[in-house]
């Protein structure tokens, strides 16, 4: 596998907290293939042999906004089990429901931006629905759960220029985590 030549923003950039524009389909080539790089660049960075070889830090997300560009398409790269991998590829998304539930990320969130340990909580739904639009437009409706109902919210925050970091209270970085369950 060939690393794509993709260079992600660092939180520093205040392109990042921009709130990204609607596509407009069909999808240019040049926007497909970046899906795919994206999707590339993820996959190898959760597998441990890549990750060292092309010293990158694990992540399973990336929004456009990440990489300089305003446009609402973000990628999620779920590893299922030894290598196995479920992709995501959301456009136009918009969530519809959610769940009373709400959760947290014990270890703390993470981001391919965020190039530091940030202590602190960021409260998310343990369900969310979301409708969107694949690759060639098509529209469609997905329910996740936990983790990536975790990761499909940090993607959309990204997609209104919000970082997690934004999320979490400096003065009390843990503010009310009794009322939520961690994951």
């Given at each position: 596998m060939k690393l794509p030549n993709?260079?992600?923003?660092d939180e520093k950039d205040k392109i990042l907290h921009t709130k990204s524009k609607e596509v407009v389909f069909p999808l240019k080539d040049e926007d497909k293939k970046r899906i795919k790089d994206m999707l590339t660049y993820l996959t190898m960075s959760q597998i441990e042999e890549y990750s060292e070889e092309y010293d990158l830090r694990p992540g399973m997300g990336l929004a456009y906004i990440q990489l300089g560009i305003p446009k609402r398409i973000f990628v999620i790269v779920e590893e299922l089990e030894n290598k196995e991998f479920k992709?995501?590829?959301v456009i136009n998304p918009k969530?519809?429901?959610h769940s009373e539930e709400e959760i947290y990320v014990g270890e703390g969130e993470g981001c391919l931006s965020v190039n530091r340990e940030v202590e602190g909580i960021v409260p998310r739904y343990a369900r969310i629905t979301v409708e969107a639009q694949d690759i060639e437009g098509n529209k469609y409706t997905i329910r996740v759960r936990?983790?990536?109902s975790v990761a499909f919210q940090h993607e959309i925050d990204h997609l209104n220029g919000i970082l997690f970091?934004?999320?979490i209270d400096p003065k009390n970085p843990y503010k009310n985590i009794e009322k939520y369950r961690e994951i």
């Open positions: 993709l260079t992600i923003l992709n995501y590829v969530i519809i429901s936990e983790d990536i970091v934004d999320k």
